[in-house]
């Protein structure tokens, strides 16, 4: 079983920074993919970026050249540094885990971290 620890949202101006982070554990042979997707009330869950196993990086056109994915593979954590932060940004942002695990696949989601940009 895998567990995901989320940290780093929290209240900011707008053109602001936050770093969010999100740690995996358990019992993990590998992580394939980790990465976040947002929801802003009343809208779909979105992508906002994901990193591979191959430290390939995938972003959403809403948010590209703002933030930047990293992860570090040593500690199995992932990071989002959010730049220029707008008010569009605010939304409740969740933290996934696609890894590969004694059970076989596992697809883990965090709790979720609020992110919130004021004008």
């Known amino acids: 079983q895998v567990q995901l620890v989320e940290s780093g949202g929290g209240l900011v101006q707008a053109g602001g920074s936050l770093r969010l982070s999100c740690a995996a554990s358990?019992?993990?042979?590998?992580?394939?993919?980790m990465g976040w997707y947002r929801q802003a009330p009343g809208k779909q869950r979105e992508l906002v970026a994901e990193?591979?196993?191959?430290?390939?990086?995938n972003y959403a056109d809403s948010i590209y050249a703002r933030f930047t994915i990293s992860r570090d593979n040593t500690k199995n954590t992932a990071y989002l540094q959010m730049n220029s932060l707008k008010p569009e940004d605010t939304a409740v942002y969740y933290c996934?885990?696609?890894?590969?695990?004694?059970?076989?696949?596992?697809?883990?989601w965090g709790q979720g971290t609020q992110v919130t940009v004021s004008s």
């Open positions: 990193v591979t196993s191959g430290g390939g990086t």
């Open positions: 358990g019992s993990i042979f590998s992580i394939n993919a």
């Open positions: 996934y885990c696609n890894a590969h695990t004694p059970h076989g696949g596992s697809l883990t």
